[in-house]
């Protein structure tokens, strides 16, 4: 028998979305959401919901923002709840 014979093994992942790891793709449209630029006040989409509290970037703010090495990567709050071990 070959290598790999009738096993069923597929090239991309086979049902689980192929390529990548399996990871399922987004092939529709995204829900835009209107923000005002915290940087220059200019009115823009972002394809994400914002998060109140956190500064929103239009396109080009961004853009300067990443270049300059300014952009600090968004770190969730961690919830910091205690959990009784049972033994």
Do not use: L, T, W
């Amino acid at each position: 028998m070959a290598f790999g014979g009738n096993r069923g093994f597929q090239r991309g992942g086979g049902n689980r979305g192929g390529g990548f790891g399996g990871r399922p793709r987004f092939n529709g449209p995204r829900e835009m959401h209107k923000i005002k630029c915290s940087e220059c006040g200019q009115e823009a989409e972002v394809p994400f919901k914002p998060i109140e509290g956190r500064p929103v970037y239009c396109k080009d703010c961004f853009a300067k923002k990443r270049d300059s090495g300014d952009a600090k990567p968004f770190k969730r709050e961690e919830k910091s709840e205690e959990v009784e071990e049972e033994y």
